[in-house]
């Protein structure tokens, strides 16, 4: 199993920008990927971004263009740099790490960091 703790959540203006952090430990070794997705008031968990063990990057298409993850392997750490955040992005943003167990695709997430976009 892993485990994740995300950070850097916060209020911020229309425009502005926001670094989300998460730290994860546990079995390591065996994720293949990590990704970021939200949840906003009212709505389903959608997917917003992936980083695999590669560094090949995938977006969601209403983030395209404005957020960026990267990852640091020496840190056990990924990121979702956000910029020109709009109030759409509102919502509670947790980190997933996608992983194989004896050939079995596991996931596990993060408990959540919220993100408020608003004047």
């Known amino acids: 199993q892993v485990q994740l703790v995300e950070s850097g959540g916060g209020l911020v203006q229309p425009g502005g920008s926001l670094r989300l952090s998460c730290v994860f430990s546990g079995s390591v070794s065996s994720i293949y990927a990590m990704g970021w997705y939200r949840q906003g008031p009212g709505k389903q968990r959608e997917f917003v971004a992936q980083?695999?063990?590669?560094?090949?990057?995938n977006y969601g298409n209403s983030v395209k263009g404005r957020f960026t993850i990267s990852r640091d392997n020496a840190k056990n750490a990924v990121y979702l740099q956000m910029n020109n955040l709009k109030p759409e992005d509102t919502a509670v943003y947790y980190c997933r790490a996608s992983r194989s167990e004896a050939g079995v695709p596991r996931g596990d997430w993060g408990q959540g960091t919220q993100v408020t976009v608003s004047s």
């Open positions: 980083i695999t063990s590669s560094s090949s990057t």
